[in-house]
């Protein structure tokens, strides 16, 4: 920069203007550039796989590529005449790489497969994440790493010395914070990925052609500047430890917010925005403190105590943060404002304070720096290579080695690396941190959550690279696993419907040879599919921390570790269907959070498709869906894009539940009806007809009672409308809305379903008796379809009835005399309607002693709706007489 004498009046005059002149082009620059990062995480997440290695590859690509940008042209940039000019160039070359990435991406995606097969070694995956980003983002970030240097440089020769990085600094993170805003909750939403990108080009060109302009034709004299030799390592330490501590914060940061927010795409942009908003406010208050007479190295020993003692407070103030989140949603409204106003006040506790200080204290650094050696250039270098490792150094090191109240302490004890020497104000800085560390440490405070029942206990926990996983036992010694504290993913009390989920897919086809499972849970699920005598199975879960702890299940999934014929791998379902492999009888997906960030894209046209091409000749695929954690207009949505792909789908239940319905979409490449005695012909293995017995799955009624409605009911069901895709991640954007503030309750949209889907026999029956067949032949088929229609109504009659039982609440009822008759009335329309008779003999042993009459009126009954079953009579003849 230029001395003060060589400043003229008239230049110190345009000074403000041209400030405000370059701030909003930088503000702009923020804009996009967080624009980018969001877009480009995604869209390389979706072709790399969520495995954490994925995604914290493309994080640290990023920066590598800005710390190098940094570095390059920085010298150049500030000893050229027409700055402005190369800042114009710079952002030309942002604005037409993003250009060019429309159509790249797509084709690096499919590059990953054949780089990174199933099963790969870890620094196999490790070099193609971190490689295939870095080399694919390089152009637009070797130039974003070069734009603040160049900005630096313009407005060298018309501010104050020690006063340009602060405001620029500020300008460009504002804007990045209303970047990281409207692209996620508003352009995405709107226009998808890919029109994202171009508008975030356009606002690059943009803030060329205004940087150009700006410049004029005048050429301004090159900034004086200090001799510029080799920049030292001891001068640039505190900007590399600066640059790895506070990333490193906000990696520990949100992985303990994590398990108590709803972890949504909103969710993470709430986060980066206050984060980013925390450093441009710090870095403006460094221009302040640096006016006064005590700026210099006691300001800068100050910022850096300000700024681990801040990380520190940060970390304790989290160790409550699940009663403050309880509070806000207390006091604020139950809509999805009101709710992300919540994760907004959580975000504000984590991360306001530390990234304050953390702002200011690097403009206090990079400033030095700058006017050490002649630019920021090699300072903004160092401070966003050591950004570049933190990901890896904090997220799969430290986190699960120390966990995060340790971590924490050992980020706050680092700062003391970035303290300028050993001077009074630097060991006093040094001595408070210390003992802050150490008083984090030893206090009672906790980082962990995890929801325990009354009653219960936690079994088992990790705090893993992606997610904290838990097993907790209930008052009634059932195990349930739990991912962030709040998801649940069943237990061995959901071991019915779990075991459910494998047969129904497995038994809608003749002879399954190969199966196909994603996604996991406690393993119940792949490992009843294992029960199928001669089936290979593969199994596919992306968090390491709940394959481990499938041996405390091993009561609902006794196949996995015993079973030679059952593999389990550690990877993302996504890149492991698109690996080369052979095809699939029947692939089966899990019941994917639809709101948690990153799960939209496991119901992408995209991934349907790819399924499409790994099944096998005659193959099907089967999507569960938790209808209890979806809305109509998503369900919509996520039909309208299988349909896409399997246009001769259908819709079936996994159970008769009103509380967690779930719903299973089945395709496959053409429509399939089933002959009499389906599952009498099906099921040759004593064993496995034992088990689908005990499952109520032993006969055609068990299975085919299920069915909701075919392709032209789903195709009626789900209207017109956009599709889920990578590039327009329709998913993504709505399903938060139920995890914020439900509307209804899942009962209410399940008899939604019902009255939009009415299936017809044909649909799944084969087709009827010819003229030509026997009588007997044709009566027998004309009966079938009968008993399955009138089966269909006792179904959703039924659930009917368990909707409005739970709607309107037990207390003071009496619920054997208002159900029971409604039960046996369902009997008496469907007799092969298992659900509705087990009942009223239940209800019937239980008044069988308090009220020996009722429970005579309810057998009498249910004996005459169903002459055939001996159990009503032998029930009557064991009462006393009446």
Not at 524 to 541: I, K, M, N, Q
Not at 666 to 685: M, S
Not at 744 to 770: F, I, Q, W, Y
Not at 860 to 865: K, N, V
Request: net charge neutral; proline share 8%.
């Amino acid at each position: 920069m230029l001395e003060a004498g060589a400043y003229s009046p008239a230049g110190a005059a345009a000074a403000p203007r041209r400030v405000l002149v370059v701030a909003t082009i930088a503000a702009l620059s923020g804009f996009a550039g967080l624009g980018y990062e969001i877009v480009w995480t995604r869209l390389l997440a979706v072709s790399l796989g969520h495995e954490i290695v994925a995604v914290l590859g493309v994080v640290s690509a990023l920066f590598a590529g800005l710390a190098l940008g940094s570095l390059v042209p920085g010298r150049r940039i500030a000893a050229s005449p027409r700055p402005g000019r190369w800042y114009a160039g710079l952002e030309l070359v942002i604005g037409l790489w993003a250009l060019a990435l429309v159509p790249l991406a797509p084709l690096m995606a499919d590059l990953v497969p054949l780089l990174v097969p199933v099963d790969a070694a870890p620094t196999r995956q490790w070099l193609v994440a971190f490689a295939l980003p870095f080399w694919l983002l390089l152009p637009a970030t070797l130039a974003m790493g070069a734009t603040l240097p160049a900005l630096e440089a313009v407005l060298a020769p018309r501010l104050a010395s020690g006063r340009a990085v602060g405001p620029v600094y500020a300008a460009n993170t504002l804007g990045a914070v209303a970047g990281t805003l409207v692209t996620t909750f508003l352009i995405i939403p709107a226009v998808g990925l890919s029109a994202t990108l171009v508008a975030c080009a356009a606002v690059n060109l943009a803030c060329a052609a205004a940087m150009w302009l700006a410049e004029g034709g005048s050429v301004a004299p090159a900034p004086k500047r200090p001799a510029a030799g080799r920049p030292s390592l001891r001068a640039l330490a505190p900007l590399f430890v600066g640059g790895l501590l506070g990333l490193g914060y906000e990696v520990l940061a949100i992985r303990v917010v994590g398990q108590i927010l709803e972890n949504t795409v909103y969710t993470f942009a709430l986060l980066l925005a206050v984060w980013l908003l925390g450093t441009a406010l710090g870095a403006a208050l460094r221009d302040r403190l640096a006016a006064r007479p005590t700026a210099g190295d006691a300001l800068t020993s100050g910022l850096v105590a300000a700024t681990a003692l801040a990380c520190l407070g940060g970390a304790a103030a989290m160790a409550t943060s699940d009663a403050i989140l309880l509070g806000l949603r207390e006091a604020l409204p139950a809509t999805v404002p009101g709710r992300l106003a919540a994760e907004l006040g959580i975000a504000a506790v984590a991360f306001l304070p530390p990234t304050v200080a953390m702002g200011a204290l690097f403009a206090q650094l990079a400033q030095a720096a700058s006017d050490r050696d002649g630019g920021m250039g090699p300072g903004l270098a160092v401070n966003t290579l050591g950004a570049a490792l933190a990901p890896i150094v904090f997220g799969p090191v430290l986190m699960p080695l120390v966990g995060a109240k340790l971590a924490f302490a050992g980020l706050a004890a680092g700062y003391v690396l970035a303290l300028p020497n050993r001077r009074p104000p630097a060991l006093a800085a040094a001595a408070a941190i210390g003992v802050a560390a150490v008083a984090l440490v030893l206090s009672p405070l906790s980082l962990r959550f995890v929801q325990v029942p009354p009653g219960g206990a936690l079994v088992w926990h990790r705090d893993g690279v992606m997610a904290a996983v838990s097993v907790v036992r209930n008052r009634a010694g059932d195990h349930h696993l739990q991912v962030n504290n709040h998801f649940r993913m069943g237990g061995s009390a959901s071991e019915r419907s779990d075991h459910r989920q494998a047969h129904i897919p497995l038994l809608l086809h003749p002879a399954p040879q190969r199966a196909l499972f994603l996604g996991l849970g406690t393993g119940a699920t792949v490992s009843a599919a294992a029960d199928h005598p001669g089936l290979v199975v593969d199994g596919v879960e992306l968090v390491p921390e709940v394959v481990e702890s499938f041996p405390l299940f091993a009561r609902s999934a006794p196949q996995i570790g015993r079973n030679p014929d059952l593999h389990i791998h550690v990877a993302d379902a996504r890149r492991f269907v698109r690996a080369p492999g052979a095809g699939y009888d029947v692939i089966v997906a899990d019941l994917y959070h639809p709101s948690v960030d990153g799960s939209g894209a496991l119901y992408a046209r995209e991934h349907f498709a790819a399924i499409r091409d790994r099944l096998a000749a005659g193959g099907l695929f089967c999507q569960w869906l938790p209808l209890h954690q979806l809305d109509i207009a998503t369900l919509r949505v996520i039909v309208r894009t299988f349909l896409d792909v399997f246009p001769q789908a259908s819709a079936h239940l996994a159970q008769l539940s009103v509380e967690t319905p779930l719903i299973a979409l089945v395709g496959a490449a053409g429509p399939r009806t089933y002959p009499t005695e389906w599952l009498g012909r099906r099921i040759v293995d004593p064993a496995l007809r034992a088990r689908l017995a005990a499952l109520d799955l032993a006969d055609d009624f068990g299975l085919f009672g299920l069915h909701l409605g075919g392709a032209a009911a789903l195709r009626a069901f789900a209207g017109e409308g956009p599709l889920n895709t990578d590039d327009r991640p329709v998913v993504t954007a709505e399903a938060p809305r139920l995890a914020y503030a439900a509307a209804e309750r899942p009962g209410d949209r399940l008899l939604t379903l019902l009255a939009a889907l009415r299936g017809t026999p044909d649909d799944v029956l084969a087709a009827p008796a010819t003229a030509e067949a026997e009588p007997d032949a044709r009566d027998h088929d004309r009966d079938r379809r009968r008993r399955l229609v009138a089966y269909w109504q006792a179904r959703d009659r039924y659930l009917e009835i368990g909707v409005r039982t739970l709607g309107a609440g037990a207390r003071g009822r009496d619920l054997v005399g208002e159900i029971a008759p409604q039960l046996v009335d369902l009997v008496r329309l469907s007799p092969d309607f298992e659900p509705a008779y087990r009942p009223v003999l239940a209800m019937a042993r239980q008044r069988a002693v308090s009220d020996p009459a009722v429970a005579r009126r309810l057998l009498e009954a249910l004996d005459r709706a169903r002459p055939d079953r001996p159990e009503a009579r032998r029930l009557l003849s064991a009462l006393p007489p009446g």
